[in-house]
């Protein structure tokens, strides 16, 4: 079993997070060759300065957790996540958002990116009923964005589940990523196996050395 570290993101998204964690974790997880490491919007130009001089990519979490703002307020805070260096922007949508204006913020908002990754939007569907999710899967086969993030500290259970649901009827080629708490070795193939483009863990410090070593 060979693992892609470049299809691996970090979730360095604890707010009890000092300033001195937030920066060991960063210099610890900068030896590994992982796609990106997503971070509190505050933290951006932080992690920036830590990550000079590696591939890493940093991400982030428009409006983040509810994502109930207006278009302006998701416009503004894009905007600066990436004039801050980050280049893996979601934009939170709450579900009636995105049922009503999906493909007017994606289309507002992607104008935003200057060129980076494409825009994705972040869905947080430990908070979405089963009903909600099967709504919110038809829609998002309706808009025009390219990538999705789901969820954030999911089970395996969960990560399995709610990618059956919104792998479904896609119309067009789009990336998922999944978010996932903990997760062992094996679980990180299975959700490869299962459709994920890309994982995001949380336990980063402890999974990357023995993926490195196996590899």
């Known amino acids: ?10 979730m360095l998204m604890d707010p009890s997070f000092t300033d001195r964690q937030f920066t060991d974790e960063l210099l610890f997880l900068k030896e590994f060759p992982v796609r990106s490491i997503f971070v509190l919007p505050y933290n951006v130009a932080r992690a920036k300065q830590l990550l000079t001089g590696t591939k890493i990519q940093i991400g982030s979490l428009v409006d983040f957790p509810l994502g109930g703002g207006t278009l302006a307020k998701k416009a503004f805070e894009t905007g600066q996540l990436y004039r801050e260096g980050a280049s893996d922007v979601f934009v939170t949508m709450a579900p009636e ?12 908002l992607e104008q935003l990116s200057f060129g980076r990754n494409a825009l994705g939007f972040f869905l947080d569907s430990r908070q979405l009923t089963d009903g909600q999710k099967q709504v919110l899967a038809m829609d998002i086969a309706e808009v025009n964005v390219s990538a999705i993030s789901l969820g954030l500290n999911l089970t395996m ?5 709610d990618m059956s649901i919104f792998r479904t009827g896609r119309k067009k080629q789009m990336t998922f990523q999944v978010n996932v708490k903990a997760p062992t070795l094996l679980e990180i193939e299975l959700l490869f196996q299962a459709g994920a483009s890309y994982i995001g863990i949380s336990n980063g410090r402890e999974i990357l050395p023995l993926i490195s070593k196996w590899n």
Do not use: D, F, H, T
């Open 1 to 10: 079993m060979e693992l892609e570290l470049q299809r691996l993101s970090i």
């Open 97 to 108: 958002q995105l049922e009503r204006y999906g493909n007017e913020s994606y289309q507002a």
């Open 157 to 161: 259970e969960q990560a399995i589940y």
